[in-house]
């Protein structure tokens, strides 16, 4: 991993902020980023004080009267070079996300594919931030509407996606004329300085003025001062919905926008006209990828009665099969938790659907030994629940998941809506009635929802997001580009006379 940080430019750290491609010296305690792979500190990097942070938010909120000005095309030149730096960097990058965080090789290759195809898709959109052109009820004026940069924008990540959803935001952010400040989370701080550093000469090499692409290393103290604010007018913040209350609360005090996207508690419905081998697949994947730690994943199965007894038994073969191992190991399915806390809240959770009357169909567990010394290993596993018990309606950020019965389509998806959380949700059916009324208003109440394919794997030109504690934020592909910017109406009068709306008449 030495080998990995001295390609990455970060083997030597004690930066913990950046203003473009001049690096701060934070004068603020230090944080150990361990891997949850074999429990070893990979680096100790320093946080920022108040001071620290404030001259960042200065620098930004400098750069952006000059940064603005750049005409939008321009903007999107910078971001396609550092969609060609991470393509430069995606093998040592994705490693990096794989051992600090503890996600599978191959995830950690695709979180940074992501962030290449955002580059590319938000370059396209920089010939494409359009507006409304409208009829006037005045003779001779021309109505229409345009879109402008809000000004400094603050994104907090979480650990599962530690690159990922910062180019969600940042890369639309960017083309739209904004200016940025990333607090990564403190769980996975060298991967937010790993893509600093990479980005740093072509911020450096197209004159982009320093402030734009910022960075501050922080806890959660770091995260208030940002929703406190009033110099950044939007802050988006991917997390838990306990912490997205906080920042909406805080954000929405000072009358900010916030985009926030929280947690899950998604659901597969298998009518008795699913592929049972599809549905399978998607659901295996969705509850054990990342070993359950997506706000995507798959946590409920809620499945027709008539199939129940010979899903489950598929579910019980094919969880046998699963291997267990360091995420740099690419024969695992299933890698670390990031660390023990995560554990705990494991063990907590399987406690607690045992107490409510929950039957184990697949025996959970932590893992120990030789291979498994960091603590951080468990045993994905399924319980037969009730919908409405407490512990199931919490999302339990681990690999566990979740079974019940339905008997009538309207049963599954009121089972599917009746939880707090709408994020993700899928059905599988090779009915089309049954297809189309999932989808319907009166169906899903999910910001996604996905037939014959799982819960989770979204892609970057769709619209991103949830309903209800999820958040209502949306980020990454389709019109998601407007919450980084400012709706102006515009009216033009080229006419010699000045008519007044509603026929309103001034003798003057």
């Known amino acids: 991993m030495d080998k990995v940080l001295g390609k990455l430019g970060i083997d030597k750290v004690n930066d913990g902020a950046a203003t473009g491609a001049k690096w701060i010296k934070a004068s603020g305690e230090k944080i150990d980023s361990f891997s949850p792979v074999d429990g070893k500190k990979i680096a100790s990097v320093s946080t920022v004080t108040r001071e620290d942070y404030d001259v960042v938010v200065a620098k930004a909120q400098e750069a952006f009267i000059e940064w603005r000005t750049w005409p939008a095309p321009k903007r999107g030149e910078v971001v396609r070079q550092m969609g ?285 030994g030789e291979d498994y010394e960091s603590g951080c290993y468990v045993k994905p596993c399924v319980f037969e629940v009730q919908n409405e018990w407490p512990i199931v309606q919490h999302e339990t950020f681990a690999p566990i998941l979740y079974i019940m019965k339905y008997s009538n389509l309207q049963e599954a998806i009121a089972l599917q809506n009746a939880v707090p959380q709408g994020l993700s949700s899928s059905i599988m059916t090779l009915n089309m009635r049954e297809a189309e009324q999932f989808l319907s208003s009166a169906g899903s109440d999910c910001g996604i929802a996905n037939v014959n394919i799982g819960t989770s794997g979204a892609e970057i030109g769709g619209a991103f997001g949830g309903e209800k504690e999820t958040g209502g934020g949306r980020e990454s592909g389709s019109d998601s580009w407007k919450a980084y910017m400012r709706r102006q109406t515009n009216t033009i009068n080229y006419s010699d006379q000045l008519p007044l709306a509603q026929g309103i008449k001034f003798n003057i």
Not at 230 to 239: D, E, K, M, N, W
Request: aromatic share 6%; net charge neutral; with cysteine.
């Open 84 to 368: 060609d730096a991470l393509r430069k960097h995606k093998e040592h990058l994705g490693k990096l996300v794989s051992y600090e965080m503890g996600k599978s090789l191959q995830e950690g290759y695709g979180e940074v594919q992501e962030m290449i195809d955002i580059c590319d898709f938000a370059v396209g959109l920089s010939r494409q931030l359009y507006g409304l052109t409208m009829h006037s009820e005045r003779p001779q004026h021309r109505m229409y509407e345009q879109w402008h940069p809000l000004g400094v924008v603050g994104i907090i990540s979480a650990f599962n996606f530690p690159v990922a959803v910062w180019s969600w935001n940042s890369m639309l952010a960017f083309i739209c004329g904004n200016t940025c400040i990333w607090k990564p989370s403190e769980k996975t701080p060298l991967s937010g300085l790993a893509c600093q550093n990479i980005i740093a000469d072509v911020l450096k090499d197209n004159n982009v003025p320093e402030g734009v692409c910022n960075l501050v290393i922080g806890g959660r103290e770091c995260g208030e001062w940002m929703s406190n604010d009033a110099r950044i007018p939007l802050v988006s913040a991917t997390g838990s919905t306990r912490m997205g209350k906080a920042v909406g609360a805080a954000v929405a005090a000072r009358l900010g926008r916030s985009l926030l996207e929280l947690g899950g508690n998604n659901a597969i419905i298998v009518t008795e006209n699913a592929d049972l081998n599809i549905a399978l697949r998607a659901a295996i994947f969705g509850a054990v990828g990342t070993a359950g730690q997506r706000c995507t994943t798959t946590r409920r199965l809620i499945i027709h009665d008539s199939i129940y007894d010979a899903f489950k038994k598929k579910l019980v073969a094919a969880y046998k099969q699963l291997v267990i191992g360091s995420p740099l190991d690419e024969t695992s399915h299933v890698g670390p938790l990031i660390d023990t806390d995560a554990v705990a809240a494991y063990t907590h959770a399987i406690a607690e659907v045992k107490k409510a009357g929950g039957k184990a169909v697949v025996a959970g567990g932590v893992l120990t």
